[in-house]
T-cell receptor, first 115, second 117 residues
Framework: DSGVTQTPKHLITATGQRVTLRCSPRSGDLSVYWYQQSLDQGLQFLIH???????AKGNILERFSAQQFPDLHSELNLSSLELGDSALYFC??????????????FGPGTRLTVL | AQTVTQSQPEMSVQEAETVTLSCTYD???????LFWYKQPPSRQMILVIRQEAYKQQNATENRFSVNFQKAAKSFSLKISDSQLGDAAMYFCAYRVWSGAGSYQLTFGKGTKLSVIP
């Protein structure tokens, strides 16, 4: 158990809908990262927040958005869902700003299925 | 754009033997970081080993070591004395700072390692 929690574990929804994935980092960690893992695209880095501010952005679609709240938990919002958005979404956290020595601890993931 | 290539979708190794997983990357940067992550069936992502590009010495972590060839843009992972618990997907990753405190992070497609008892 990494100490990172994600809810829900599974989510099934329809095309065109909007969902919110939630992540609670380890106690004391200031950074939160989001990743998408799918059969087609493999593992992709989406976005990184540090202490409430966006730090880096990867291959995140405009239909997706994220934020980190004052209590440091983060939410990933996915809208206008398409079949291709079906994937495993990981959250990770680390103590600092994501430097070389800053180890990321991954949550168990949320499995999103779009029908 | 940076790319990371893992040319071996699947590999297998006998228990207690040694196996090497390949990773190549494409970049024009001189300072960057490389990582190997392990994803067991539980789907947790676990950091195995990391390497700074400016360090010529290859990183080692117990039974795991890398062969970093900067000029060839190669970063292979060697697992010695393979154990059943090493069975997992292994991802190679590349990270480079992109200015203003930000960075880019790219993963390979992964190599599925099976360990045969």
């Amino acid at each position: 158990d990494s100490g990172v929690t994600q809810t829900p574990k599974h989510l099934i929804t329809a095309t065109g809908q909007r969902v919110t994935l939630r992540c609670s980092p380890r106690s004391g960690d200031l950074s939160v990262y989001w990743y998408q893992q799918s059969l087609d695209q493999g593992l992709q880095f989406l976005i990184h927040y540090y202490n409430g501010e966006e730090r880096a952005k990867g291959n995140i679609l405009e239909r997706f958005s994220a934020q980190q709240f004052p209590d440091l938990h983060s939410e990933l919002n996915l809208s206008s869902l398409e079949l291709g958005d079906s994937a495993l979404y990981f959250c990770a956290s680390s103590v600092f700003e994501g430097g070389y020595t800053d180890t990321q601890y991954f949550g168990p993931g949320t499995r999103l299925t779009v029908l | 754009a940076q790319t990371v290539t893992q040319s071996q979708p699947e590999m297998s190794v006998q228990e207690a033997e040694t196996v090497t997983l390949s990773c190549t990357y494409d970049t024009s940067e001189s300072d960057y970081y490389l990582f190997w992550y392990k994803q067991p069936p539980s789907r947790q992502m676990i950091l195995v080993i990391r390497q700074e590009a400016y360090k010529q010495q290859n990183a080692t972590e117990n039974r795991f070591s890398v062969n970093f060839q900067k000029a060839a843009k190669s970063f292979s992972l060697k697992i010695s004395d393979s154990q059943l618990g090493d069975a997992a997907m292994y991802f190679c990753a590349y990270r480079v700072w992109s200015g203003a405190g930000s960075y880019q992070l790219t993963f390979g497609k992964g190599t599925k390692l099976s360990v045969i008892p």
